[in-house]
């Protein structure tokens, strides 16, 4: 079970994610974001210090969410990853496409 807290702070859009996210519930969590991006398109924080797992399809999530981001001129960010969760970031080498604080 996934919980996505909206936070719009400017000038950024804050989501805060816990729980899990995982091939079950990725594509409500990429519809979520999409829809309040695309009213107010802009750079995107994902505090994540609440997350406890993702899997592939949610690392695939990510990138699309980055691309479509990045494709406007803003930016995705995540704050707060748990060790595990910022090591599967850095296995697939997300690490150095999308920026990974803390």
């Known amino acids: 079970m996934q919980e996505v807290t909206v936070c719009e702070r400017e000038p950024k859009l804050v989501f805060s994610l816990s729980g899990e996210i995982d091939a079950e519930n990725s594509e409500e969590f990429y519809a979520e974001v999409s829809e309040l991006y695309s009213v107010s398109p802009r750079d995107i924080v994902f505090e994540c210090s609440k997350l406890s797992f993702i899997d592939s399809t949610t690392l695939g999530i990510f990138v699309k969410l980055f691309k479509s981001v990045q494709k406007d001129?803003?930016?995705?960010?995540?704050?707060?990853?748990?060790?595990?969760?910022?090591?599967?970031?850095?296995?697939?080498?997300?690490?150095?496409?999308?920026?990974?604080?803390?």
Do not use: N, T, W, Y
Request: glycine share 6%; aromatic share 4%; proline share 3%.
């Open 73 to 102: 001129g803003h930016s995705v960010k995540l704050v707060a990853l748990q060790p595990r969760l910022k090591k599967l970031f850095e296995i697939c080498a997300l690490d150095k496409i999308m920026e990974i604080e803390g």
